[in-house]
């Protein structure tokens, strides 16, 4: 039976560039469609080049008259259901499911190559036991004082307190263990030493630090305890007399997936569409609809496909989730980067500042710690929102080193930076990484504005955990930036509130750019350091003074703006 492909009517795709030409090429590295016109236009310079893409158009198989089909996009039926497709065979499935493969660009690496990298540092997601286990541990954490005990000046022995609290901390999730599962608690701990359980408890902290990376937000007063304890796990001391390792390799996609001889999941061209985010923006709900089950009918026709003895339909499922998480994740984090970038452009010329609006700043001013004209400061936010997105766009990678580092043998030592006792350790892999990702940023640049010292090891950032909480702020400090800028306009439903912007701001467009005008100058300036030498224009100091921006937010005259539009804060808490 012929697929039957209706023509596209209110459920039309456009193009996220123009928004008013119809979607026909996907590019796989951006993860959007585009109109043949935008994608040509935006990949014909740069590394954007090398991107590769797949047609969204379908041909369709010729009817019963012999009549050629013409080549349209697959579409839903009223209900968002794809009519016809329960009664087709799988190779009209397939031909309905499957972009066609059509490779516009093939000068770079192709799609299965670019998903087989990404996926060796996307954390495969947890299943149900895995769920009970991160439970316990959170529980066990809730209530361990080890930081407390273990990072203190003390003439003590550190070997032999390191592994007390260790042991205490086992013994917490054993019981908890006990009082949840008696029959599980008694098979593991009734004739069996923790020494004997070491693969529990591997398991147990592996699941721990895989649910953090899936989740930045999750476990803010726990994670550090766990790692730190991980830390001291790997002296060589501790672990003789503890008798086992702590440490297991975090489950990743990819490592998942080359276990149980299914790495060819990552190489069908379906995973694009299996796994891409379902945006919401400028659709209608039919056409979210469509997309929801175009996803799900792509996820189904894989596990089928792929599914064997030892691995399941339902875990290529989770497999498949894992990497459509990362996908949200770069959208929820990445994108506000980019919008960010947008506005920059769109508000103010980098060449020319407008009167009143001039992005020039000189230290010593307003608590300014750069001099810079408006073009130079211009460049130097464009350049710092570049490698933010950069560095959020490559965060799985970063984090998977973090790991590595801080699990090295390598030794720390205990210091008061300013800000109590921490622990600086050096970050040979992360540090290898940024140095990658700088002089890429670097590279698209063409010049550099301010310093390219990067902070890793040191006072400023000690220790590679450090530095992954630094830069997990980058989202929370744009994202209700873009957010308000985004919302202003539905504030004009109001007929007060229109007044009142119009009287004190001179109308959205102005009060947008009061706002823009404020981040980019005080936001971008090298101040909130704890001390004049400290901050400045190097890599981190340019986060350091956007949290600093952050922290006066009350004291802007806009701030009943950003209160209007929802703002509950940068860190998710109240007002």
Not at 294 to 321: F, G, M, P, Q
Not at 505 to 531: H, M, Q
């Amino acid at each position: 039976m012929d697929l039957q492909v209706a023509p596209l009517t209110h459920s039309t795709a456009f193009c996220v560039e123009c928004r008013d030409q119809e979607a026909s090429v996907f590019c796989e590295q951006c993860d959007e469609d585009f109109c043949e016109v935008c994608h040509a236009m935006l990949h014909r310079t740069g590394n954007r080049r090398k991107h590769t893409a797949k047609n969204l158009r379908v041909q369709r198989p010729a009817d019963a008259n012999g009549a050629d089909g013409k080549a349209t996009t697959e579409t839903t039926g009223k209900a968002g259901s794809t009519k016809g497709i329960d009664d087709t065979d799988e190779k009209s499935l397939s031909a309905a499911m499957e972009l066609d493969g059509t490779v516009i660009n093939g000068s770079g690496a192709t799609f299965g190559q670019w998903m087989e990298k990404r996926a060796k540092y996307v954390p495969l997601r947890l299943d149900a036991h895995e769920r009970n286990l991160l439970r316990l541990l959170e529980a066990a954490l809730n209530v361990s004082e080890y930081t407390d005990k273990v990072d203190i000046l003390s003439y003590a022995n550190k070997a032999r307190r390191i592994v007390a609290q260790i042991r205490d901390l086992c013994a917490i999730i054993s019981g908890l263990l006990v009082a949840g599962d008696y029959k599980l608690g008694d098979e593991l701990f009734s004739e069996r030493s923790v020494k004997e359980n070491e693969a529990f408890f591997q398991k147990v902290f592996e699941v721990g630090r895989r649910h953090k990376i899936m989740n930045p937000e999750k476990m803010r007063t726990t994670y550090g305890k766990l790692m730190y304890m991980m830390m001291d796990s790997v002296i060589p001391e501790v672990e003789g007399m503890l008798g086992f390792s702590c440490v297991a390799p975090i489950k990743t996609v990819f490592e998942y997936l080359k276990e149980n001889g299914c790495l060819d999941l990552l190489h069908d061209d379906m995973v694009a569409l299996a796994t891409r985010e379902v945006a919401q923006e400028f659709k209608n709900r039919a056409q979210i609809n469509a997309e929801v089950q175009r996803k799900k009918r792509a996820i189904e026709a894989l596990s089928e496909k792929y599914a064997n003895d030892r691995v399941s339909k339902d875990d290529i499922a989770r497999c498949l989730a894992s990497l459509s998480d990362n996908h949200a994740y770069l959208k929820a984090n990445r994108d506000p980067c980019e919008k960010m970038l947008k506005y920059l452009s769109k508000y103010f010329n980098p060449s020319k500042s407008e009167s009143g609006y001039s992005l020039a700043i000189m230290a010593g001013r307003h608590g300014h710690r750069l001099t810079h004209t408006h073009s130079t400061q211009y460049a130097y936010v464009h350049q710092s929102l570049c490698l933010w997105r950069e560095i959020v766009h490559e965060m799985y990678m970063l984090w998977s080193l973090s790991d590595e580092d801080l699990l090295s043998v390598s030794p720390y030592r205990l210091t008061n930076t300013g800000q109590g006792l921490q622990r600086i350790q050096s970050c040979r892999g992360i540090g290898g990484a940024m140095h990658k990702i700088l002089h890429r940023a670097q590279k698209k640049s063409g010049s550099w504005v301010g310093s390219s010292v990067v902070h890793l090891g040191d006072r400023n950032v000690p220790n590679a955990f450090m530095f992954i909480d630094k830069y997990n702020q980058v989202s929370r400090i744009l994202t209700p930036i873009v957010n308000t800028l985004d919302r202003i306009d539905s504030l004009l439903e109001d007929s007060a509130i229109a007044a009142y912007i119009e009287e004190t701001y001179g109308g959205v467009d102005r009060c947008k750019k009061d706002i823009l005008y404020d981040f980019f100058r005080f936001g971008f300036d090298g101040s909130g350091a704890d001390n004049y030498f400290d901050a400045g224009s190097c890599i981190d100091g340019r986060l350091t003074s956007a949290w600093n921006w952050c922290s006066q937010i009350e004291k802007k005259k806009f701030f009943p703006i950003f209160l209007l539009t929802g703002f509950i804060g940068f860190d998710g808490g109240g007002w």
